[in-house]
């Protein structure tokens, strides 16, 4: 039988005694490692977390849990070839395995540094200028953030097994509040290995983080007001939690990143020969590419001038004709498997239910050759491209969560704003358009729909990060459907887990308390 992964619990390892559930490589179908928390003990989770934990990081000044972040990324970056073979497993090829593993390292560095820069050398943090109240000057206000005396529940989603602890864990750090981190089974031999590097690392304070290595049982019937729970997975879980009593009876802060169909909009201007064309038609076949399609912020609606709609087919067709689907840990390929064969096939039913609206015009969701794997036992899926051929609600509200992509033609752009809301809210939308009228124009209708808005162009090309990557210096998150939650964003993520106070009393006393004068 495989290992048995173990939760960090009150600073002990937990093994749990049962024979749990056995987690399989997505490429092979081989028997990776066993998940259980049968006997977990999260009420004494929560205790260590309020009553060692959190004194322990907030004994800290801001400086110092920026330096403590920085030697933990320091630690886990020296330790990272380890967790990228390990990722082999969860399907994802090397080259998907840079934006989890090298991206949550680098985003832990990033809120190390820009801590070190930006955050005082003390407990309280001030937030805007000091507000004269009284007439006479001896009474004025200042608001502050401190931080909350519980705990982060930070529950991940399978597709970012590293960087998706990081990117919660890095802020609370900063914040001086400790997690309990809880990533998906699916994928929770790659989180664990890092979590035995947090924790051996010794960078972080007892109890800071702790670990919940599979199902998190009871463990929101101890959280309340003074705790966040930072979630990130299917809108589905997201309405379970956001209804749990923790959050509607006992207020505990809730922050939700769902799924999302997300848009990318091609300019009338960008046709054949021009290189925002070339752009889209790369952007688009990547992002379905890229972790098989498994990127919460991947293109799901792709809105084509109806004139330029088969110049896309041909182009993105001549792109993914070259795309080797298969075991990622064979060189030649370039698009591993999705994580399980569960996941394939809930993917598969989207596309069925997809096909009631769009025509199949690249791919085909039943049929795949991978090379170096067995069909039936690696969750592997071609690229599929879809066209819209009416103006069905599907495209808009079907999330395929795999290599899948739906171009919806137009004609007026002036209701690409309207088009675009009818996702309902979502993490990214971008325009690729060399036009900066028609820019203006799309971008005021989307961003009060988007969390993030990317114009990519000639200019912007060469470093664009993409549509698809969030960066720890910006949002991430988006309205409505895609869950209303926001993180990252620099230093306005670590005042997600801090409590804002208006501070009132003298000039003197507020000055030392939050400077200023
Ligand atoms: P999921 O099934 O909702 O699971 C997400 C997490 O919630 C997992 O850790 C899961 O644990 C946990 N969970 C499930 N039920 C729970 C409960 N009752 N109490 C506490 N935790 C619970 O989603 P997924 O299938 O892993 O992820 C895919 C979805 O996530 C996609 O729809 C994608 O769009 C979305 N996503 C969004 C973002 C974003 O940033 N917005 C990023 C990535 C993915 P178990 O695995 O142990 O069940």
């Not at 009284?134 to 502050?144: E, I, L, Q, S, Y």
């Not at 795949?368 to 794997?373: E, F, K, R």
Request: glycine letters at 12%; one cysteine or more.
């Amino acid at each position: 039988m495989p290992e048995m992964l173990a939760s960090y619990v009150a600073g002990s390892w937990y093994t749990a005694p049962d024979e749990g559930i056995v987690v399989v490589d997505a490429a092979t179908g081989d028997a990776v490692a066993r998940v259980s928390t049968t006997g977990l003990d999260t009420r004494a989770m929560v205790d260590h977390a309020r009553h060692v934990g959190g004194p322990g990081l907030r004994r800290l000044t801001f400086q110092e849990r920026a330096a403590a972040l920085k030697e933990l990324a320091t630690y886990l970056d020296a330790n990272k070839a380890a967790y990228h073979e390990l990722s082999l497993a969860t399907g994802a090829t090397r080259r998907d395995a840079t934006g989890d593993i090298d991206g949550g390292i680098g985003t832990t560095f990033v809120f190390a540094s820009r801590g070190r820069r930006e955050l005082p050398d003390g407990f309280i943090l001030a937030d805007g200028d000091v507000e004269p109240i009284g007439k006479g000057g001896t009474f004025v206000g200042r608001h502050v953030y401190t931080p909350l005396p519980g705990v982060a529940f930070q529950v991940n989603a399978f597709n970012f097994p590293v960087w998706g602890m990081l990117e919660k864990l890095a802020p609370a750090v900063l914040a001086g509040v400790p997690s309990i981190v809880k990533p998906a089974t699916q994928t929770a031999y790659l989180t664990a290995a890092v979590m035995r590097d947090v924790i051996a690392s010794g960078a972080l304070p007892d109890g800071a983080v702790q670990f919940v290595c599979g199902g998190a049982g009871d463990l929101l019937d101890h959280l309340g007001g003074e705790d966040v729970i930072a979630f990130t997975g299917s809108a589905t879980t997201a309405a379970v939690l956001r209804g749990s009593d923790a959050v509607t009876a006992r207020a505990a802060r809730f922050n939700a990143e769902t799924d999302s169909l997300n848009c990318s909009i091609l300019g009338p201007d960008a046709t054949v020969g021009t290189p925002e064309f070339d752009l889209y038609v790369k952007e688009l076949s990547r992002e379905i590419t890229t972790k098989a399609g498994q990127r919460c912020t991947c293109i799901r609606r792709a809105l084509v001038p109806e004139s330029i709609v088969d110049d896309v087919i041909a182009g993105v067709r001549a792109r993914l004709d070259k795309v080797v689907v298969g075991n990622p840990r064979n060189d030649t390929v370039t698009m591993g498997a999705l994580v399980s064969l569960h996941q394939r096939d809930e993917v598969r039913d989207a596309v069925a239910v997809l096909t009631r609206a769009a025509e199949v015009v690249y791919g085909n969701p039943m049929l795949v050759n991978p090379v170096d794997a067995d069909p039936d036992r690696g969750a592997f899926m071609a690229p599929l491209v879809l066209l819209a051929t009416g103006d069905r609600p599907e495209p808009h509200e079907v999330e395929a969560f795999g290599p899948v992509t739906t171009l919806i033609p137009y004609t007026a752009p002036d209701d690409l704003g309207a088009l675009a809301a009818r996702g309902g809210g979502s993490l990214v939308g971008s325009v690729v358009s060399d036009d900066p009228d028609f820019v203006r124009r799309v971008v005021t209708g989307l961003a009060p729909h988007h969390g993030r808005v990317l114009v990519l162009d000639r200019d912007s090309a060469g470093e664009s990060t993409g549509h698809g990557t969030p960066m720890p210096q910006l949002v991430h998150g988006g309205p409505g459907r895609a869950g209303g939650g926001e993180e990252l964003g620099g230093m306005r993520a670590v005042r997600h887990f801090m409590q804002r106070t208006a501070l009132e009393g003298s000039p003197a006393v507020i000055a030392a308390l939050a400077g200023g004068s």
